[in-house]
C-alpha cells in the first residue's frame, strides 16, 4: 500500500476496507500491508483496490497467488520485491527533501538562536531560506493533508501541514505587514519550558526546524522498518536460485521455480539444496543452520528428507523433489513469519482506535486553545504560538509504530534462530503460560529407536556381539532392527549375512561368518531350546523394568548377550526443562507409552508429574483438565496425534521436525528439533511483548504529557516537533534492540 502516513492512515483504511460486505481486514503501517480475508462471489480484488484508492491511497495486487497465506481468500496488498523497489523509490526523494531542509533550516535556527548573528536585515535572509523548506521539503505533509482534506478526513500530515504553514504564514503577515521587516529587528531565543509573549514576532525558525526534524524522523524511522523487515527478506532470499535437473541420466541447469513434484535434481558439495525432497543417491552432511540456527551438521543418506535452502557440506546427492514453490517448508516459513508481522496485537488495535480520533480532537484542542489565549488578552503571538505548538506536539506516530515495528523485528529474529511465530496475540498468551505438556516421542525423545545397553555372557565381547548381530539387523527394515543394525555399524563394516529370513513377530535368523545365528524375542531362542543364562535374564527383566526393549543374541545354540534398545532422551532434553522451569513454568510428560517407559524419562529430565498410557484422542482431555484445574497450558509436541492438543492449549509450540498438522494447530513452530528450542521461544516472545509495552507506554505518556504543556503555551513550537520526531525514532529503535536477543 502506498500513502499511508501514520497510524490514523491505516485506521482509516481499515475502517473502509470492513464497511464491505463479507469483508474482514488488518492494514499495518509499519508494514504498509493490507490482509484481506474476503469471499470472492461477493468482492473482488479490484474492489478492494478501488476502496482503498477512494479513501486516498494506494494498493497493489499481489504478483502471484504463492505470495499470499490462502489463495482463494487473501489479499496481502504488497508484493515482496515491488516492496522493496517501492521503498528504494521513495527512500531517494524523502532524503533529498531532508538534505534540502537541514541545510536551509540550520542557518535559519542559528540566526533566530543567536542574537550575535542577527544582523541588519537577517530576517529577510530568514525568509529565503525558510520558503524551499516549508514549500518543497515539507510538500509531501501538504499534498497528505489536502488528500485526506477531499476524503473527509484528518491525519498527522494534517497536523504538520497546519502547524508549519500557520508559522510560515504568520511570519510573512509580520514581516509585510507588521513590523517585523523593519531593519535592525531583533528577537531572542530561549529553550526553555516558559509563555512566550511575543517577543520573538516571526515563526520562521519553527516553521524550517519542525519541517527539518519530522522528515528527520521519517526518514530514519523509513530506514529502520526496512532494517526491521531485513530478517524475513533474507529468509526470502535463502533458497537456490538455479538447479541441476537430471532428465534422461543428463544434468541440465535450470532455475529453481521450474522444479516439478518428483523431478530429480543433483546437489554438489557446497551447493544449496534447491528444495524440500528426499535422498535417493548418496550420502552427506547438510549445514542446516541458515534455517534452524543448528550448528552442528545433519548426516543424511538415502531415504532421508531435506529441506530446500540448506546447505550440502559434504558428498554429493541426488535429490527427489517432494515440495515445490510455496509448499516448501522455507517459503512456509515465510509466510508465517509475514502473518506474524502482519497481524496486531489487542493493545495495538486499541492504539489505532485512538489515532483514529486523535487527531480531530487535537485540532480542537488547538482552535480551543488559541481561542482561550486570546480571550484571556495574552496577545495575538502567545496565542498563536500555544496552538502552533499543540498541533506539532500531538503527531501520533510514535503510537502507530509501537507494536508493529517490534512485531517485525521480534518475528524477523525468531525466524533467524528458528522459531516462528503465528500471531501476535501469542505474545500476549506467553506472559500467562504457567504449565508446559512435553509429549514424550519426538519432543523430549529422539523418536528413533537407539542401542542403549549391550549385555554379554561367556566369553562373548561387545564387539563380536554387534558385528554378528548387525550383519543380520542390517538386512531388516523393522526400526529395532534399525537401531541395532546403525550402532553395529558405528563400530565398522559388517559381513554379509547368508540363509537370511525373517521370522514375523520374533525377529530375524540365518548364517555369519560360519555361524548359525538368532536375534530377537526370547521366545524366537526357545523355539531353538535355547535358554537365557541367569546374568542375561537378569539384564532383560531390569531392561524391561525400565521400559526399554530387550533383544536376546545367539549363535551356534548358546545366548551370547542381550541388547537394550530404547527411544533416547536427546542430548538437550534435560537442560530445556531447566529452562522451562526458570521461566516459571511446570513441566508434565505426556506419552502414550507404558508408567516404567514414562518413569524412566522423566527421571532422566527430571520432571516430576506424568501422564502414560495416553490414547492419541485423550491428550487433548489433558489438556482440558489442566485447563480446568486453573493453568494456562503450553503444550509442545510433533505428530499428527498432538494436533488437536496443540490446538486446545493455550499456547500451542510444534517441533518443526514434526507432521504439517502439529504445525499448522500450533502457535509457535520450533524449526529446529531441538526442545531447547521452546525455551527460546517463550523467552523471545515475552521480550517482543514487553517490548511492544514499553513503546505503548512511551508514546501515550508522551502525549498526555506534552499536550498540556503546549496548550498551556509552556512549548516553543520548534522545540515541540523536535521532541514528537525523537519519539517516533526511539519507539523504533526500542523495537531494534530485539535483533540482539539471543538463544540460550
Known sequence: MGGMTCASCAARVEKKLNRMDGVEATVNYATEKAKVTYRGEDVSVQDLIATVEATGYTAEEPPSPEARPDADDADDTSGGSARDARDADELTPLRQRLV??????????????????????WQWLSLTLAAPVVTYAAWPFHRAAWTNARHGAATMDTLISLGTSAAFLWSLWALFFGTAGMTGMTHAFELTIARTDGAGNIYLEAAAGVTAFILAGRYFEARSKRKAGA??????ELGAKEVT??????????????????????????????????VVEGSSAVDTSLL???????????????????????????????RIGSDTQLARMARMVEDAQNGKASAQRLADRVSAVFVPVVIALAVATLAFWLGTGAGATAAFTAAVAVLIIACPCALGL???TALMVGTGRGAQLGVLIKGPEVLETTRRVDTVVLDKTGTV???????????????ATEAEVLRLAGALENASEHPVARAVASAAEAAGPLPVPEDF??????????????????????????????????????????????????????????ARAVLEVADAVKDTSAEAVRRLRALGLTPILLTGDNQAVARTVAAEVDIDEIHAEVMPQDKVDVVKRLQAEGRSVAMVGDGVNDAAALAQADLGLAMGTGTDAAIEASDLTLVRGDLNAAPDAIRLARRTLSTIRGNLFWAFA??????????????????????????????????????GFKAG
Not at 548426516?299 to 554429493?316: F, H, P
Open 292 to 322: 534452524t540456527g543448528e550448528s552442528v551438521p545433519t548426516e543424511v543418506a538415502v531415504g532421508d528428507t531435506v529441506t530446500g535452502a540448506t546447505l550440502n557440506a559434504g558428498g554429493r546427492l541426488v535429490v527427489e523433489a517432494t
Open 702 to 739: 508522551y502525549n498526555v504529557a506534552a499536550l498540556p504543556l503546549a496548550a498551556a503555551g509552556l512549548l516553543n513550537p520548534m522545540i515541540a516537533g523536535a521532541a514528537m520526531a525523537f519519539s517516533s525514532v526511539f519507539v523504533v529503535g526500542n523495537s531494534l534492540r530485539l535483533r
Open 231 to 236: 530478517a524475513l527478506r533474507a529468509l526470502l
Open 100 to 121: 534540502t531542509a537541514v541545510v536551509l533550516a540550520v542557518p535559519v535556527i542559528a540566526m533566530a538562536m543567536i542574537p550575535a548573528l542577527q544582523f541588519d536585515n
Open 245 to 278: 535437473v537430471l532428465r534422461g541420466g543428463v544434468g541440465t541447469t535450470v532455475p529453481t521455480a521450474e522444479l516439478r513434484v518428483g523431478d530429480r535434481f543433483l546437489v554438489r558439495p557446497g551447493e544449496k539444496i534447491a528444495t524440500d525432497g528426499t
Open 402 to 404: 509501537a507494536t508493529p
Open 445 to 459: 525423545t529422539t523418536g528413533r529407536m537407539t542401542l542403549h545397553a549391550v549385555h554379554t555372557a561367556g566369553s
Open 501 to 558: 529370513a525373517n521370522v514375523p513377530g520374533l525377529g530375524v535368523q540365518g548364517v555369519v561368518e560360519g555361524h548359525a545365528v538368532l536375534v530377537g524375542r526370547e521366545r524366537l531362542l526357545a523355539q531353538g531350546e535355547i535358554r537365557l543364562p541367569a546374568r542375561l535374564s537378569e539384564a532383560r527383566d531390569t531392561a524391561e523394568a525400565a521400559g526399554r526393549t530387550a533383544i536376546a543374541v545367539a549363535w551356534d545354540g548358546e
